[in-house]
């Protein structure tokens, strides 16, 4: 069993950064596929990115590369998600999950309870 829990989301304006952790329960956190979602309302869930369990490997969904980046620290049982250049399109609430062994798309088994993240224009 997993337990992840988030923080970092909150109220910034248009090209604003925000950077969100996710800290995991359990010792072998360096065995786990790590992934961000996102939320807005009235919206489905959508992928934003992923850290694979090994090899440090990343992806990215369009609408965010060259802006977001995912990082993963195995000593503290972390992983981040660094968003610059913030846009109010990029508004929802952020969900952290993790899959064992999971490569960098997933599939994922645990989730976080998620962090709202809102971008003012």
């Known amino acids: 069993q997993v337990q992840l829990v988030e923080s970092g989301g909150g109220l910034v304006q248009a090209g604003g950064s925000l950077r969100l952790s996710c800290a995991a329960s359990?010792?072998?956190?360096?065995?786990?596929?790590m992934g961000w979602f996102r939320q807005a309302p009235g919206k489905e869930r959508e992928f934003v990115a992923g850290i694979g369990w090994s090899a440090g490997g990343t992806y990215y969904t369009d609408s965010v590369k060259g802006r977001f980046t995912i990082s993963r620290d195995n000593a503290k049982n972390t992983v981040y998600l660094q968003m610059n250049s913030l846009k109010p399109d990029d508004t929802a609430v952020y969900f952290c999950?993790?899959?064992?062994?999971?490569?960098?798309?997933?599939?994922?088994?645990?989730w976080g309870q998620g962090t709202q993240v809102t971008v003012s224009s």
């Open positions: 359990g010792r072998t956190f360096s065995r786990f596929g």
């Open positions: 999950a993790a899959g064992l062994l999971a490569g960098v798309q997933g599939p994922y088994a645990y």
